[in-house]
């Protein structure tokens, strides 16, 4: 059995074994003697037993292990022997220029994961350049919003539906300096990170000189306080400015979503996430919806919390800059792999075009909308001109939804020589070009011409039927004094009647 001491070491308890106990008193004493009455004494042996204090705590883990005379050995190795201490402490006399020197220790770019908020980059910044942290995440912030801000964002790449700006620029340069800067973990690595000596002998020299003795070249010069003060006062003023705009935005974003939400459930009687199940696109539409809420939500409360962190100088904890962004993530990678695993069925595309000849037996050209469902005054769209003309709406309530759309018409004039007809057109995609194909002219407009009648079939997209991306069109080839009228569901005449267009808020 080994006899053990209890201590404390700059308020910080620790189990020493006997023997290790002895060396450090021993270590410390003999540095409380020589710096007794000395200036600034009490701050360098302060100073001292600060940092030994930290690498026993990085030894240790503050788990109550014993901490032997290895351990302690190895610490006052790093810090150095009382000897050379008592030797670099001596005064020169005024004039000798005998003051020994060493250059400022070599500082090293490393995480500040002790005050991150995501990874440390900013923190990590702050502590190399000595100056204050809010700063540098202000700085950073700005950079990711001003091109938004002034509407000075330019696409650089566009992937299918993602696009990739100039703020997307410093997300990613973010998570590359995450992954390519090392985290100061160890004891030694923090001080190496703002530049500070870990030795005695460092700790004397950080401490004032006599006023006859040359300064360090790594102490920090007397405008510097002044200049990080004034940085500071700056930095924080910043830090409210964007932090209100943070919250303000963000708030106005978030119940935007909610009364948008739900004044649409209450208008139209169905939620605007049941408009999703009428896709065929991707197949997984549960996890697809809660992901993409996850994608939406969680950055307007992440910059919620940022914005309060930011106003009210608090200190926000890093489990929920964590867990909000980690969640995000998630959501992320999952739509990327739901998107991935329905993407097959879009890997070709094709367009079908076919010219159906138009015997015309009047001078006037009735064109009948048809569909299975009666017309919904509530729920539609229309765009009407002169020379186009197109209209669907939704029908049904709740979860049980369909979807009715006419391919849209466009009159085209030509001289009376021309030969009339009605171009269809329609376009489709399919896991080959083969099926795509064939799903275009499969999926063709239907038309039928009784008389100087046109009919044309809505398209219905429903649950059990839904949309797969494909697109139908008609071009109507007649003289240029043909009246065209289009008689139902909403009268419509090419050429007299006024431009149109409305939604699905507007009802007649």
């Known amino acids: 059995m080994k006899k053990v001491i209890k201590v404390s070491i700059n308020k910080m ?22 710096y007794s009455g000395r200036e600034g004494g009490s701050e360098i042996v302060d100073g001292i037993e600060e940092r030994i204090a930290e690498l026993l705590a990085e030894r240790t883990g503050m788990d109550g292990r ?53 990874g440390g980059v900013c923190s990590g910044f702050a502590a190399y350049f000595n100056i204050e942290v809010i700063l540098v995440r202000v700085i950073y912030a700005v950079l990711f919003f001003l091109p938004s801000i ?36 160890t004891v030694e690595e923090k001080y190496a990170m703002r530049g500070e000596p870990l030795s005695a002998k460092g700790v004397q020299r950080s401490r004032p000189r006599p006023s006859g003795a040359p300064r360090y070249s790594y102490e920090p010069r007397p405008d510097w306080a002044e200049r990080n003060r004034i940085l500071g006062t700056l930095g924080r003023v910043i830090a409210v400015v964007v932090g209100l705009f943070f919250l303000i935005t963000s708030s106005a974003v978030l119940i935007g979503l909610v009364v948008a939400f739900s004044a649409t459930g209450f208008a139209f009687n169905f939620f605007p996430t049941a408009l999703l199940d009428l896709l065929a696109f ?15 939500v969680i950055p307007v409360l992440g910059f919620i919390h ?27 990678v999952g739509l990327l792999v739901i998107g991935a695993q329905g993407s097959g069925n879009f890997r070709h595309n094709a367009r079908f075009e076919e010219k159906v000849p138009l015997e015309l037996t009047s001078d006037t050209l009735y064109i009948d909308l048809e569909s299975k469902e009666d017309f919904m005054f ?29 391919p849209p018409i466009t009159i085209v004039r030509q001289s009376e020589s021309e030969i009339s007809g009605v171009l269809v057109g329609s376009h489709s995609f399919g896991s080959s070009q083969h099926t795509a194909e064939q799903e275009a002219e499969t999926l063709k407009p239907v038309i039928g011409l009784e008389g100087n009648v ?3 079939s809505a398209f219905q997209a429903n649950r059990d039927k839904p949309w797969e991306g494909n697109t139908a069109s008609l071009k109507i080839y007649v003289p240029s004094q043909q009246v065209i009228i289009i008689r139902k569901p909403i009268y419509h005449e090419f050429g007299v009647s006024r431009s149109r267009k409305v939604n699905l808020f507007r009802s007649e």
């Open 13 to 34: 308890p620790f189990t020493l074994a006997e023997d290790a106990y002895s060396v450090l008193k021993v270590y410390l004493d003999h540095l409380r003697r020589y």
């Open 66 to 118: 014993v901490v032997s005379k290895a351990d302690i050995d190895n610490i006052l190795e790093i810090m150095g022997p009382v000897e050379v201490i008592e030797e670099e402490g001596e005064e020169p006399a005024p004039g000798t220029g005998t003051y020994r020197s060493e250059p400022r220790p070599t500082k090293k770019l490393y995480r500040d994961v002790d005050h991150k908020i995501l």
């Open 150 to 185: 002034i509407h000075m964002s330019f696409t650089f790449r566009s992937w299918g539906g993602f696009v990739f700006n100039v703020p997307w620029i410093f997300v990613v340069v973010y998570f590359v300096m995450w992954a390519i800067i090392p985290a100061a973990h």
């Open 282 to 296: 991707p197949e997984n539409m549960l996890w697809f919806k809660i992901f993409l809420m996850g994608a939406l």
């Open 306 to 332: 940022l914005g309060s962190v930011l106003v009210f100088n608090i200190r926000g904890h890093k489990w929920i800059g964590s867990t909000l962004f980690f969640v995000w993530l998630a959501s992320m």
């Open 378 to 406: 509530d729920r539609y769209w229309l765009r009407a001109d002169n020379s186009y003309y197109g209209l669907g709406w939704i029908e049904g309530e709740r979860n049980e939804l369909n979807l009715v759309v006419f």
């Open 454 to 456: 046109l009919s044309v």
